[in-house]
Structure formats: C-alpha cells, structure tokens
C-alpha cells in the first residue's frame, strides 16, 4: 500500500509569505496528524483529525496557522503569514484510529523562512 | 505534568547490544511506542508495549514496566545502519495525544 504522502518536500520562504503543505493519508486510515519538529527534538503535536473533525488543535497557533481536511481525506496546513521560528519539518501521519499503537509518518515537509 | 525522559545521546560499537531507557512521569495511558528517525527522514514505527513485559521484533525488543514508570529498547547485533535517532512515545486516555520523549542519537562505532 502507498504511505503517507507529502508535498512539496522542501519550501524556502521570506518571512510574511504564506506557505502550505499537503498530505494525502494512508486510505482507510480516519486519523490524520500534523506535527511539527524541530532539530534535535521529538515531533510536537499540532492538530489531530478523526475523519472531517479537528478533535484536537490545542497546540495549533491559531493566528496564523490553519488546517482542513475536506471529505475526511486529504488535508492542507497553511501558514501566514511565516515567521523565522516555523522553520521546522511539518510531518503529517495518519493511523487507523485515535486509540493505535502510533501513526505512520509521511517524508516530511521541511520549510525554511528566511 | 507529562514528560518523557531519554539519554540525548548513546554511543556502541558495531555488533554489540545497546539498551535505550524512557522514563516517563505521569499514569493513565494506552501504551510505550518506539520509532527509528534517520537524519533527514521520517519516523518509523519500531515497537509497542501496551502490556507490561518484553516484545521482540528481529534484533529490536521493548520492554515495559508501568510500575516502575519505565520503558527501553534493546537492540542487538547493532549494524551501522542503526546509526539514528531513537523516540519513545506514549498515548494518553485523557486525549489520546501522542507525547513523545526528546529522542535519543545512536551513534554506532566499527
């Protein structure tokens, strides 16, 4: 079966430019995660998807960062506008449910604003 | 609050057996996950406990002790492949977030 899929892999912004990354889950799997990780640390969690429903954004920023997930499938995470602290990798996963041992990971989206 | 610990950094010789430690301070969750991170790659799933004792998968084995707030990944017969980053991760039952510990860089000698 095909993974997680991400894009675009890597981004190079100027800060105060709107970015977005895309992530196309496992099929089949209702729970998708987008987490941030900077270098030399675990990955942080920014929002949890069960289906169409964000059931938990407490760690999203919301004054600049935004998140959907039409149709219970695909989701985009969007920035803007960037600041020199988002440079980070933006890891999307997804698992079969909420309660799984631990999600699968897409490559990653690594982002560096500048 | 909840917050996992792991050595930062861990250093063995090709073909050797190392043991990575997580303690964890807090109760009430559903299970220990261990993931594999290479250098400019994506987590990967490596093992879970949601029971207390040993799980061996290949030359990777976890164990849990939820008594002892304590958990580990032992791997043997190290490859230089191994060389990477170790995470362990637990899932709440207050909110099923996933809080993962610092990580711990395996670096492996010949």
């Known amino acids: 079966e095909a993974g997680v899929v991400q894009s675009p892999r890597y981004k190079i912004i100027e800060k105060k430019q709107p970015v977005a990354f895309w992530c196309n889950p496992i099929s089949g799997h209702n729970t998708l995660y987008w987490y941030r990780q900077n270098l030399g640390q675990g990955p942080e969690l920014l929002i949890r998807?069960?289906?169409?429903?964000?059931?938990?954004d407490s760690q999203l920023p919301k004054d600049r960062f935004s998140a959907e997930r039409l149709k219970g499938v695909d989701s985009t995470l969007k920035i803007q506008p960037a600041e020199l602290g988002d440079s980070a990798v933006y890891l999307c996963a997804s698992s079969l449910d909420g309660v799984s041992r631990g999600p699968t990971f897409g490559a990653g989206s690594r982002l560096t604003v500048l | 609050g909840q917050s996992l610990e792991q050595p930062s950094e861990v250093t063995a010789v090709e073909g050797a057996i190392v043991q990575i430690n997580c303690t964890y301070q807090?109760?009430?969750?559903?299970?220990l996950s261990w993931y594999q991170q290479h250098d400019g790659g994506a987590p990967t799933f490596l093992s879970y406990n949601g029971l207390d004792g040993l799980e061996e998968t290949g030359r990777f084995s976890s164990f849990l002790s939820r008594s002892d707030s304590y958990g580990y990944l032992l791997l043997q017969e190290l490859q230089m492949k191994d060389s990477a980053s170790y995470f362990c991760?637990?899932?709440?039952?207050?909110?099923?977030?996933?809080?993962w510990g610092a990580g711990t860089k395996l670096i492996i000698k010949p």
């Open positions: 807090t109760s009430g969750f559903y299970g």
């Open positions: 991760a637990v899932k709440w039952y207050s909110n099923y977030q996933l809080i």
């Open positions: 998807y069960e289906n169409e429903e964000a059931v938990d």
